[in-house]
């Protein structure tokens, strides 16, 4: 068989076969566009060896193509009226399951262990944008095996997540992804290659899992208290961010000495910091903390 969704007539068609109305609040953007579709199964790189998780199949437009190029598909969609239609544009694929349930409910890592047993599975989605960060890092943080993660996203997230040191997109969220994996933006992708039209640009990003972290630290969450706390005040200093923060808990003169120990003078602001710099100040600092 051959996927038989991707153009704007064929959606169109099942759309109105169920009477299917969008919803806003679940971030309902169908893809339209053969040539995306295939580009993101490229980039995702799948073979019938893997297992993939698809999150928001919608009407099971790139489901049909992981269907061909995977060895298995579980897709979570939390819109029960989306299930019947799935159902149809499915059918003639037995290599497919649908789980309906909202996907930051479901347990992942036993999913993967019992469909998979325990092996590294490949995330591919056209994401639902309201939830992007809140999937992403609930797939990193809950240890779920993930060899890698391919999916659509804002275009102003996905160079969040790939951006470095100085620039403005710079933050938190960079530093925690690329704590994880190694981001790669394959493609961008404008608005009318959806149905309905999203309001902003699109990007897909593959995120490529670090066989080890590269950074040696010595408490994870520490860390990433620093993190945070130091682009939550983006204005002040970093000394200042993290002596205001209620999470840190160290004298001033404290945080002071480990940031000049980094060699970048007391007055430096978080967003010039590498993750191997953040790394060593929150070592330095945990042992500090004693
Ligand atoms: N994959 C389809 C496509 O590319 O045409 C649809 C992508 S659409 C951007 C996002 C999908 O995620 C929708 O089908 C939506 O109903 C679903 N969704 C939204 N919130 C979800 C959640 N919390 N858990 C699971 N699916 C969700």
């Not at 205001?244 to 602001?269: F, H, M, Q, W, Y």
Request: negative net charge; contains cysteine; aromatic residues 6%.
């Amino acid at each position: 068989s051959k996927p038989t969704l991707g153009n704007p007539q064929n959606t169109i068609e099942i759309l109105q076969k169920y009477h299917f109305n969008f919803q806003k609040k679940f971030g309902q953007n169908f893809l339209i566009d053969t040539h995306v579709l295939e580009k993101i199964i490229s980039a995702a790189g799948i073979t019938k060896d893997d297992m993939v998780l698809e999150i928001g199949p919608g009407i099971g437009t790139m489901t049909q193509y992981l269907a061909e190029a995977a060895g298995k598909v579980a897709a979570v969609e939390i819109d029960k009226n989306l299930i019947p239609i799935l159902e149809d544009t499915l059918s003639e694929y037995d290599n497919v399951m649908v789980i309906n349930d909202d996907v930051l409910k479901v347990d992942i890592r036993g999913l993967v262990e019992k469909e998979n047993g325990g092996r590294p599975v490949k995330v591919v989605a056209n994401l639902p944008y309201y939830i992007t960060t809140p999937i992403i890092m609930g797939l990193f943080e809950g240890n779920v095996p993930v060899e890698s993660i391919t999916v659509m996203v804002q275009k102003e997230v996905a160079d969040r997540m790939q951006t470095g040191p100085g620039n403005k997109d710079y933050g938190a969220l960079s530093l925690a992804v690329q704590y994880y994996a190694d981001p790669y933006i394959v493609a961008n992708v404008p608005p009318n290659c959806f149905m309905p039209r999203p309001k902003v640009g699109s990007a897909v990003i593959r995120l490529t899992r670090h066989a080890a972290p590269p950074v040696k630290v010595d408490n994870e969450k520490w860390m990433f208290d620093i993190i945070r706390a130091s682009f939550n005040q983006r204005r002040k200093t970093l000394a200042n961010g993290l002596s205001n923060s209620d999470k840190i808990d160290l004298p001033k003169d404290v945080i002071t000495e480990a940031i000049v120990k980094l060699g970048k003078g007391e007055s430096v602001r978080g967003e010039s910091l590498s993750l191997e710099e953040f790394a060593a100040l929150s070592n330095d600092l945990w042992e500090k903390k004693g």
